[in-house]
């Protein structure tokens, strides 16, 4: 069994967008009988972070499993690789695979919430809405 890992780093001036997959390869038999491989997701983490104290906008999905339901369609690493490359995901080797994950998760779990008591109180702005009921 091999792993294959791919990311996405779009670079912004404002933010952090990055997105890391890492899929388990395993032989399987076809219906009809044919060697071939297939591909189980076992993780997938998306981030998107503002860098500013001023525009706060954090997105994190983060999906992982060792007996993950995600499968590709892919049967051979040369379709799964053309396969990432039109998602815009990159190969990338296992040490910097983790590095990546390490460093946007401890970026995430930095990031301060919603702070609620902000919104308390009597409405100081007005909505005005142009189009719609």
Same mark, same amino acid.
């Given at each position: 069994m091999k792993i294959h890992y791919f990311?996405? &780093?779009? +670079?912004s001036t404002g933010? +952090?967008?990055l997105e890391i997959v890492a899929w388990l390869e395993e032989k399987e038999t076809s219906r009809q009988g044919v060697? %071939?491989?297939?591909f189980t997701q076992l993780e997938r983490l998306k981030i998107f972070l503002s860098k500013s104290n !001023?525009? /706060? $906008? /954090?997105s994190m999905e983060h999906t992982f499993g060792e007996k993950?339901?995600?499968g590709h369609y892919a049967h051979t690493c040369k379709e799964l690789t053309e @396969?990432?490359?039109? !998602?815009? =995901? =990159?190969?990338? !080797? $296992? %040490? $910097?695979?983790? &590095?990546f994950r390490k460093? @946007?998760?401890g970026l995430y779990n930095k990031q301060a919430l919603v702070d609620f008591s902000?919104? %308390?109180?009597?409405? $100081?702005?007005?909505i005005r809405q142009l189009i719609g009921d």
């Open positions: 990311y996405r &780093r779009e +670079y933010f +952090y967008d060697e %071939r491989l297939s !001023d525009y /706060h $906008n /954090h993950s339901c995600y @396969a990432m490359k039109k !998602d815009s =995901l =990159l190969p990338i !080797d $296992n %040490r $910097n695979y983790e &590095r460093v @946007a998760l902000k919104f %308390r109180g009597k409405q $100081n702005y007005t």
